[in-house]
């Protein structure tokens, strides 16, 4: 494949909690999971938010706390999704539930948090977003309105619209290649994000993951295997030779 040919060739890349998994971060649904440790419904809804601001800010908080040491390093697998940005000649969209700040930390750029970013929060009386490192606590006033009862993470919940959902399909309707990483295809609408590239754009589609997802079947190719050893393996092999 000529590089002229590789430029017109964008790639649109889901991932979901499993590509941070080794750096140190908990997935959700795996046996040891988040939600095996609290109920979504009381910390990933709006309407836990309205019952129990503190345990919610609480659960967000200690989340922050944990981004936040030393010892959360990007791992192989946020590396190789850099490198591949920087190298690939076309368009490298990288499109993340997870809402911590590991790709961006890895050297990649063009990073899209459909679920939000757990360093930003936000008034949810005058919509204004703020980069926020240390705790939140639920009477904190806005930065900017002064209001003392509005201050959110900056996270989708449940229920909740995902973030830059027009962008979002429209880079899946004219990719050449969709992959979805680290992700139980659990969760819409990212989970039919396979199905609409299917039957909107004319790709190649691989799902790189531990083991297979729910939507395993929707995908014309699987690598199953740790993150830091499919993706950077799966990388090297598109740079050298397209897919
Ligand atoms: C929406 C917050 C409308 C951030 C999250 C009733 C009422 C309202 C909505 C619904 C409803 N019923 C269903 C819905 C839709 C709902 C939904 O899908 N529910 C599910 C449970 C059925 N979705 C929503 O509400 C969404 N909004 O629908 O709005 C709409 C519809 C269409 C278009 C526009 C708008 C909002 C969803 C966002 C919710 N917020 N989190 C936070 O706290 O982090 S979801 C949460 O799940 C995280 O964001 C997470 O990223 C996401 C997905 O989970 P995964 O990333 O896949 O993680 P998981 O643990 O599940 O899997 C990890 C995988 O990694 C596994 O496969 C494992 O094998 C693998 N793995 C493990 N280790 C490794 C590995 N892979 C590689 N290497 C390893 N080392």
Request: negative net charge; glycine residues 8%.
């Amino acid at each position: 494949m000529s590089n002229t040919d590789r430029s017109k060739q964008s790639i649109v890349i889901l991932t979901g909690a499993g590509i941070s998994k080794e750096s140190g971060l908990d997935t959700f649904r795996d046996a040891d999971g988040i939600w095996s440790k609290v109920r979504l419904e009381d910390v990933a809804t709006p309407e836990g938010f309205e019952r129990n601001p503190r345990m919610v800010q609480d659960f967000y908080n200690s989340r922050r706390h944990q981004l936040a040491e030393s010892d959360i390093l990007p791992n192989a697998g946020h590396e190789a999704l850099a490198r591949l940005e920087k190298e690939w000649p076309g368009d490298v969209l990288i499109v993340t539930q997870n809402i911590d700040n590991l790709h961006e930390r890895a050297g990649s750029r063009n990073v899209l948090h459909m679920h939000g970013e757990l360093l930003k929060v936000r008034c949810g009386r005058c919509s204004n977003q703020f980069q926020w490192v240390t705790d939140l606590h639920v009477e904190e006033a806005c930065p900017a309105c002064g209001e003392t009862d509005g201050m959110r993470p900056h996270v989708v919940w449940f229920g909740e619209m995902p973030l830059e959902m027009d962008r979002i399909y429209a880079t899946l309707e004219r990719c050449a290649l969709f992959m979805s990483i680290g992700t139980s295809g659990n969760v819409y609408p990212a989970a039919g994000f396979v199905s609409h590239v299917r039957q909107c754009a004319d790709a190649h589609t691989i799902e790189l993951n531990l083991e297979p997802s729910e939507g395993a079947t929707f995908f014309a190719q699987a690598l199953y295997g740790p993150a830091t050893e499919v993706v950077p393996t799966y990388v090297e092999k598109i740079l050298d030779a397209g897919w």
